[in-house]
T-cell receptor, first 113, second 113 residues
Framework: DVKVTQSSRYLVKRTGEKVFLECVQD?????MFWYRQDPGLGLRLIYF???????EKGDIPEGYSVSREKKERFSLILESASTNQTSMYLC????????????FGEGSRLTVL | GNSVTQMEGPVTLSEEAFLTINCTYT??????LFWYVQYPGEGLQLLLK?????DKGSNKGFEATYRKETTSFHLEKGSVQVSDSAVYFC????????????FGSGTKLNVKP
C-alpha cells in the first residue's frame, strides 16, 4: 500500500522559532510537494522537488525553504515562524511516469502563537 | 491561464439524496481532471480522474464526465451516505507539466442521517 508519512500531525510553536516539517514516501517517487491548505483558499503550492537536491518554488515560497537530501524524504523549513504561517501543511508525491495522480500525507497542522 | 472553479459549500444533504458538486475549469489544450476527497482529519486522496474529453471517471458510486464543450467536470452520486461527508476538491493538471496542479477551493459536504 502506498504511503506518504508526515512526522507530526499537530505542532504548536512560538513566533520566531525554527520549524521543521518532515515527509517520507515509500513509493520511490521522483517528485515531492509541499502544499499549504487554508479555508476558502484551497491548496497552494509552496515548493516542489523533482529529484534529490533539486527544488523549485511554487506559488507561495516566501518564508519557507525545503531540503531533499534523500529521494524518499522532503522537509519543509520555516526559518522564523510567524502567526500568518498557522495552517495545515500537506506533503504529496508523484511518480515520474504517472498520469498525474498525487499521493498525499495526512497533513501537519501548525499553530504559531 | 489555468484555473478551477467549484461551487461553494457547505452542501448539506439527507442520506440517500442525489449529489451534484459543480466544477468548471479554464485551461489551454487538453488537461487531465481530478476529484480528490478529504475526510475529516485526513489528507487528500484521489477519488476519480479523467484524462481526455468525454471520459467518465467513477469510483465508490461517484461519477464525473469530462465535458470539453462546457469545460466542466461535475461530481455526481445517486445516493449519498453519512460516510461521504468530507471536503471535495476539483483539480486539473496539464500533460506538459504534471508537477503543476490547479485546485479548486473545495466544497464541504455534510450528509445527515
Amino acid at each position: 500500500d502506498v504511503k506518504v508519512t508526515q512526522s507530526s500531525r499537530y505542532l504548536v510553536k512560538r513566533t520566531g522559532e525554527k520549524v521543521f516539517l518532515e515527509c517520507v514516501q515509500d513509493m520511490d517517487h521522483e517528485n515531492m510537494f509541499w502544499y499549504r491548505q487554508d479555508p476558502g483558499l484551497g491548496l497552494r503550492l509552496i515548493y516542489f522537488s523533482y529529484d534529490v537536491k533539486m527544488k523549485e518554488k511554487g506559488d507561495i515560497p516566501e518564508g519557507y525553504s525545503v531540503s531533499r537530501e534523500k529521494k524518499e524524504r522532503f522537509s519543509l523549513i520555516l526559518e522564523s515562524a510567524s502567526t500568518n504561517q498557522t495552517s495545515m501543511y500537506l506533503c504529496a508525491s508523484r511518480g515520474q511516469g504517472s498520469t498525474g495522480e498525487l499521493f498525499f500525507g495526512e497533513g501537519s497542522r501548525l499553530t504559531v502563537l | 491561464g489555468n484555473s478551477v472553479t467549484q461551487m461553494e459549500g457547505p452542501v448539506t444533504l439527507s442520506e440517500e439524496a442525489f449529489l451534484t458538486i459543480n466544477c468548471t475549469y479554464t485551461a489551454t489544450g487538453y488537461p487531465s481532471l481530478f476529484w480528490y476527497v478529504q475526510y475529516p482529519g485526513e489528507g487528500l486522496q484521489l477519488l476519480l480522474k479523467a484524462t481526455k474529453a468525454d471520459d467518465k471517471g467513477s469510483n465508490k458510486g461517484f461519477e464525473a464526465t469530462y465535458r470539453k464543450e462546457t469545460t466542466s467536470f461535475h461530481l455526481e452520486k445517486g445516493s449519498v451516505q453519512v460516510s461521504d461527508s468530507a471536503v471535495y476538491f476539483c483539480a486539473l493538471t496539464q500533460t506538459y507539466n504534471f508537477n503543476k496542479f490547479y485546485f479548486g477551493s473545495g466544497t464541504k459536504l455534510n450528509v445527515k442521517p
